[in-house]
């Protein structure tokens, strides 16, 4: 202790004292302050930063998210659209039909008709002229049997029941 | 990169100071002592190491590389003259009439009488009156020297902030990450992230300054500062100081008004908290000196092995041994640094910690 | 220094030595234990070894 105290030296003591008083404040002004402000600029940027990319990248989300709804919404607009085509279609598809069957029937009517016509014209037609045929054959039969008196009662007779007949 | 040159580093300080070590000795080899008796080198060792350890008046590298510096002495007014008078502590100094001799023993000035007389007491150490003494000694000059590095250092850091943007560059790129440990890793769980600030200073000042003064003292300029019990003293002055004038009212109550204990209680714990907070900076100044003293003269003598075993194997291993313990002492440097700044943040935290009801 | 006194100093070495040690090696244990903790339990070693030491020291150059 004695030694320790013998070495003591007071100037020295004063200098430490007084030259690093003056280092602090030194320190202080020209070192430290920028330092440390200029570190918690950086730090302070970074945060800022790193806040400003989250933002960005809810912002980018929701952007996102806005384009799914619209989307959604197109393509709900779009079935509905060709669903309403579809069933627009096959309405005229039907009543197309229904319009060509009943066409295609009045016709086959008309059709039915005009030949039942026909028929009945033709069979008119040809009783007359069967008519016709029958008078003139009668009248050449008439003339070549009625030379013959027996032949020509046979035949009246044969003629009345073949009328009767008809 | 950075580890590759630091260990470069690292063996160039360490040969360069064995060298210097080792020049010293051829050169004084032939030195007398008082009585014009030859030194034993044993003698001779003892008296280098306690040269190296003792603050001196001339900043002294090589016996033909010394530099005289100012001695300024308060007795009875200003005395100035320049320390080259003293030869090396071999003449009697007469200025104004006074006449001032420096004691080997203990390196400092003292008043003699004309013929240089210092009276020695039964331990050995002078009695003779001494003058109060401001020189500018060797370890006054390497304060100084550290001061301006540092300044330069930490003022260019701070400049490279605003020319580069806000980025560091240059050397202080390597000291910014210290700078931020200190903020992190001491200021800020010490202190608290509420008071740390005004403390930043102060904590980063005496950082830099024991570890810079630490290293100086390995290199071959050898300028044991932190190895002197002024210097240490100065320093956990300034902590201690700044403790008891920064304290908040909480600190004081835990110190004179203990609360939570019986009242009795606190009668007795007011006088044992009181010498703690005078017990904490004298273990601050005790650490950090004795620490720095001890590693240098461990370090010293055995290098000095190296010249009283002079066998190559004795030789080599204290070379090998005294290589270790450099780079122990690379270490101790910046632990004893971190330690001060360290106990300085925790007692700074608890002089403004503010405590919950108990 | 007389004998009393250097053998009052090689007390206080060792038993500052073994307080020092014990508190490295819980250190140690705490960190092996939690090694996500280790900056702080070093913080915490640091301190209290440095607490020892400086008693130790005082007490050294007391004696």
Redesign the interface.
């Known amino acids: 202790m004695e030694k320790l105290l013998n070495e003591f030296s007071v100037g020295l003591f004063f200098w430490q004292v007084v030259l690093f008083i003056g280092l602090i404040f030194l320190l202080r002004k020209f070192a430290w302050g920028p330092i440390l402000d200029a570190i918690n600029e950086r730090e302070e940027g970074i945060k800022n930063a790193l806040a400003e990319a989250d933002k960005a990248r809810q912002e980018m989300l929701n952007i996102k998210s806005d384009n799914d709804k619209v989307l959604k919404e197109a393509r709900a607009e779009r079935d509905a659209l060709l669903k309403d085509a579809r069933e627009m279609k096959e309405t005229m598809i039907s009543e197309a039909k229904e319009e060509a069957q009943v066409q295609a029937n009045k016709m086959i009517e008309q059709a039915k008709a005009a030949i039942a016509n026909e028929k009945s014209a033709a069979i008119t037609e040809m009783k007359n002229q069967m008519g016709d045929l029958s008078v003139s054959i009668a009248e050449k039969v008439v003339k070549g049997e009625l030379s013959d008196k027996k032949k020509q009662l046979q035949l009246i007779e044969q003629l009345l029941n073949e009328v009767t007949l008809n | 990169m950075y580890s590759k040159l630091r260990s470069f580093l690292t063996v160039f300080i360490l040969i360069f100071s064995l060298h210097s070590f080792a020049q010293e000795h051829g050169h004084e080899n032939e030195k007398h002592n008082e009585h014009g008796e030859k030194l034993s080198l044993k003698d001779q060792i003892k008296a280098d190491i306690k040269h190296h350890l003792?603050?001196s008046h001339d900043f002294h590298i090589t016996d033909w590389l010394t530099f005289p510096l100012p001695v300024?002495l308060w007795d009875d007014g200003l005395q100035m003259f320049m320390s080259s008078k003293f030869e090396h502590g071999h003449a009697t100094v007469e200025h104004n009439g006074n006449y001032y001799k420096i004691a080997h023993?203990?390196?400092?000035i003292y008043k003699t009488d004309a013929s240089g007389t210092i009276h020695l007491n039964k331990?050995g150490?002078?009695t003779n009156k001494m003058p109060?003494?401001?020189?500018?000694?060797k370890?006054?000059a390497m304060?100084?020297i550290t001061?301006l590095l540092?300044?330069l250092l930490?003022?260019g850091?701070?400049?490279s902030?605003?020319k580069n943007g806000?980025?560091a560059k240059g050397p202080g790129r390597f000291f910014?990450p210290i700078?931020?440990y200190v903020?992190d890793?001491i200021a800020i769980?010490n202190i608290g992230e509420k008071h740390y600030k005004k403390y930043?200073?102060?904590l980063?000042?005496?950082f830099f300054?024991i570890w810079f003064v630490n290293l100086f003292g390995l290199t071959p300029l050898g300028v044991n500062v932190t190895g002197?019990?002024?210097?240490t003293?100065?320093?956990a002055?300034?902590t201690y100081l700044i403790t008891t004038f920064t304290a908040k009212k909480d600190y004081w109550k835990h110190i004179f008004w203990m609360p939570g204990v019986p009242t009795l209680m606190k009668f007795v714990l007011a006088p044992i908290e009181l010498l703690g907070t005078f017990?904490k900076p004298?273990?601050?100044t005790?650490?950090l000196?004795?620490?720095m003293f001890a590693g240098h003269v461990v370090l010293m003598s055995i290098i000095a092995l190296m010249f009283i075993y002079k066998s190559w194997i004795g030789s080599s291993l204290s070379f090998g041994l005294a290589f270790g313990l450099s780079i122990l002492e690379l270490l101790v440097a910046a632990?004893q640094a971190?330690?001060f700044t360290?106990?300085s943040a925790?007692y700074f935290g608890s002089a403004v910690e503010e405590h919950d009801e108990h | 220094m007389d004998i009393p006194r250097i053998i009052g100093g090689g007390l206080i070495v060792i038993g500052a030595g073994i307080g020092i040690g014990r508190i490295g090696g819980s250190a140690m244990d705490a960190i092996a234990r939690q090694p996500e903790a280790t900056g702080k339990i070093q913080t915490a070693m640091l301190i209290a070894a440095a607490l020892i030491e400086g008693i130790g020291f005082a007490a050294l150059f007391a004696s």
Not at chain 2, 105 to 108: A, F, I, L, M
Not at chain 2, 132 to 137: E, Q
């Open positions: 003792q603050d300024i023993e203990t390196g400092h331990n150490f002078p109060l003494d401001f020189s500018i000694t370890t006054v304060i100084m001061a540092m300044f930490f003022a850091l701070a400049k902030y605003t806000g980025i910014e700078v931020l903020r890793e769980p930043m200073n102060y980063l000042t005496i300054f002197n019990i002024a210097i003293a100065a320093l002055l300034l017990i004298f273990a601050l005790m650490r000196y004795a620490n632990l971190y330690i360290v106990l925790l």
